[in-house]
């Protein structure tokens, strides 16, 4: 089985490395195109107004200056145009992507370019607390609860124009509960948050993000399965199309 990884949080990522060793304990043809640089929230988004870079940093591992979907396309369409990959795993993220997540996340972009290329595919991504540095980060659970848990998703197989959204919990592997199936969880938009500054100059600048706080979600979702230590799978597809309100909306016409 040819194996083809990508992520957001770009070539040099710690994720990146524990996502080597998972596909290596599936196959021992495992392919990197990751980004460059760090393409955290860069979305579905492709390079399409300036030209693409890469580079060869081993025979079989490769860095994009471009976005997660971008190396995905030039994994499949290019480097591995004669004998494509059999499945396409996107992660570690460092961080949860859960809820409203899916729609910022470049880590789910690689999946989903994945599997719009005709290919089984997948999104891994390790949930941190909320005041965390680089030392507490808990890797051996994506590491030990990974393998086995791809494998047996493979043996069951899914349809083609899904592609699955793993999650594991912050917690050692030891204290993994079990592996819930779970919906597409909502966050509470009202944790948004801009502050703004002034540079050395007294030009304003902005950043904006997600204030760190639990919310209370819905039983079933990903939120709620990862706040359990349980490890979410969330089988997800690209139609947006809501069918009552297409329903509603043709009545009046």
Not at 46 to 60: A, W
Not at 79 to 107: C, F, H, I, W
Not at 131 to 139: C, M, R
Request: aromatic share 8%.
């Amino acid at each position: 089985m040819r194996i083809l990884l990508t992520n957001d949080d770009g070539v040099e990522a710690p994720g990146l490395k524990i996502l080597q060793s998972i596909a290596a304990e599936l196959s021992d043809d495992v392919w990197v195109i990751a980004p460059e640089t760090d393409q955290s929230g860069t979305s579905h988004s492709v390079t399409l107004h300036e030209p693409l870079r890469m580079r060869q940093l081993s025979e079989k591992i490769f860095a994009v200056r471009g976005t997660p979907t971008d190396c995905v396309i030039m994994g499949i369409k290019h480097v591995l145009k004669e004998t494509p990959p059999d499945l396409v795993l996107s992660g570690v993220n460092r961080g949860q992507n859960m809820a409203d997540d899916v729609v910022y996340s470049g880590t789910i972009a690689g999946a989903m370019e994945g599997m719009l290329l005709g290919f089984p595919s997948v999104a891994l991504s390790l949930a941190v607390g909320l005041h965390h540095d680089n030392y507490d980060i808990k890797w051996e659970t994506p590491l030990a609860k990974g393998p086995d848990l791809i494998q047996k998703l493979l043996q069951n197989k899914w349809p083609k124009d899904v592609f699955l959204n793993i999650n594991f919990p912050d917690c050692f592997p030891k204290e993994v509960q079990e592996t819930s199936i779970t919906m597409q969880g909502k966050r509470n938009q009202d944790l948004l948050k801009i502050e703004d500054r002034l540079d050395m100059r007294g030009r304003p600048y902005f950043w904006y993000g997600v204030e760190r706080m639990r919310s209370t979600p819905e039983p079933g979702t990903d939120l709620w399965a990862v706040y359990n230590n349980k490890i979410s799978v969330t089988p997800l597809y690209l139609d947006l199309t809501h069918p009552q309100t297409c329903k509603d909306l043709s009545d009046i016409f």
